[in-house]
């Protein structure tokens, strides 16, 4: 295959961005949902605001000098006609730039929080549908919040994406440690999707490399779903986290095909969100292996996509709590 066809290949399916023998199929309960009682979405970006107060499309693509915290208000769908629309922001304030990540971790102060960070060639508004339809997919009882990088929402950003991503680690570090070191606080769960997988391994081992053992107590659930990460690279990051990786679920998919054109562009190098099962559970993760449920063209969203794979999420801040 030429080049060009791969990287054309590479345009189609690189978009937007399981181990218990029953992990699909155990019980569930239902904790109260947490948007419902408090419709606002936590937001911490490097992304630069569009105008001040931010208007619609809120947040752009360019990077921020520095973290920016701030508050996306949100309005519930109706529920009463058919053909309505869901969730919606309604306007974004409380910025905060000078002590952002303490901003962030003051916002969530007493309550568990589920942090989404999301992946390739998202906009801001596509991050935050994506981390509402994640939380009230799980009923999600706490607090619910997004950390987004200045993704190009460009499908042939591959390259710039992720440059963006690692360029975003420090701040992601910044905002985890600053929830983790406020007395009081609940815990932290993180569910990051393809390329902010990577972000988030990153961000981690930095934050345990500088906080120790005491920064990771709050860190509770930990998921990557379809990780898009060099296996290797995958690996020697698991190994700088210590017994803490045995708080990471990997939801993999050998029929993502997505992940399989980044293994292609790798030079052949296997990603980690599709590797064998056996291989990951190998390395100390739990993997939810979701391989049975792609029954679609692309198949590197299951964990919105599907409400099965949805559960190993729900399940996986269960048994952190």
């Known amino acids: 295959m030429s080049r060009l066809a791969i990287v054309c290949l590479a345009a189609v399916t690189l978009s937007g961005c399981i181990g218990d023998d029953n992990v699909l199929t155990s019980p569930l309960t239902a904790p109260r949902p947490g948007l419902e009682k408090d419709p606002t979405l936590l937001v911490a970006t490097t992304r630069l605001p569009v105008g001040d107060p931010p208007k619609k499309p809120w947040f752009s693509s360019d990077r921020a000098p520095d973290l920016i915290y701030a508050q996306a208000r949100l309005s519930p769908p109706s529920g009463s006609f058919i053909g309505s629309s869901g969730w919606a922001i309604t306007k974004v304030d409380s910025v905060e730039r000078s002590h952002a990540a303490q901003a962030f971790a003051q916002a969530a102060f007493g309550r568990d929080l589920l942090l989404y960070i999301h992946g390739y060639r998202e906009s801001f508004e596509t991050a935050a549908a994506s981390t509402i339809d994640l939380s009230e997919g799980i009923k999600f009882s706490g607090a619910t919040g997004l950390f987004t990088w200045p993704s190009a929402a460009s499908t042939f950003s591959y390259v ?83 017994p803490d990786a045995k708080k990471i679920t990997v939801i993999s998919s050998t029929n993502d095909r997505a992940l399989a054109v980044s293994s292609r562009l790798a030079g052949g190098i296997v990603r980690a969100g599709a590797a064998d099962r056996d291989r990951l559970e190998a390395l100390g993760v739990r993997v939810a292996d979701a391989s049975e449920f792609g029954s679609g063209i692309i198949n590197h969203d299951l964990f919105l996509s599907n409400q099965e794979v949805q559960q190993v999420i729900k399940r996986a801040i269960e048994r952190a709590r």
């Open 160 to 242: 710039a994406d992720r440059e963006s991503a690692m360029w975003s680690r420090d701040a992601l570090e910044d905002v985890l440690a600053a929830i983790a070191k406020t007395p009081s606080g609940g815990r932290i769960h993180i569910v990051a999707h393809s390329m902010g997988t990577l972000l988030t391994l990153e961000a981690l081992r930095m934050l345990r490399a500088d906080g120790g053992e005491s920064v990771m107590e709050r860190i509770g659930a930990i998921v990557l779903a379809a990780p898009d990460i060099d296996i290797d690279l995958f690996a020697r990051g698991l190994e700088r986290l210590g």
